[in-house]
């Protein structure tokens, strides 16, 4: 589980940590189709993140 800024950073749609916040803050992140203005939400297996006409699916991690 991962903060939403962070996965931005991790997939590469934003440059960092402070730019995937300044998106956020800027309405421009959707969760599930739904805006999230929360930089810190917890991003769980399932869900479905869009920014700059990137999508990502999260999935979950693989059992050890």
């Given at each position: 589980?991962?903060?939403?800024?962070?996965?931005?950073?991790?997939?590469?749609i934003?440059?960092?940590?402070?730019?995937?916040?300044?998106?956020?803050?800027?309405?421009?992140?959707?969760?599930?189709?739904?805006?999230?203005?929360?930089?810190?939400?917890?991003?769980?297996?399932?869900?479905?993140?869009?920014?700059?006409?990137?999508?990502?699916?999260?999935?979950?991690?693989?059992?050890?």
């Amino acid at each position: 589980m991962n903060e939403l800024c962070d996965l931005l950073k991790i997939e590469g749609i934003a440059e960092s940590g402070g730019q995937g916040k300044m998106f956020v803050a800027d309405g421009i992140v959707t969760v599930d189709g739904e805006i999230e203005l929360r930089k810190t939400a917890k991003i769980r297996a399932g869900q479905l993140v869009e920014c700059l006409g990137q999508t990502v699916k999260v999935l979950a991690a693989p059992e050890s």
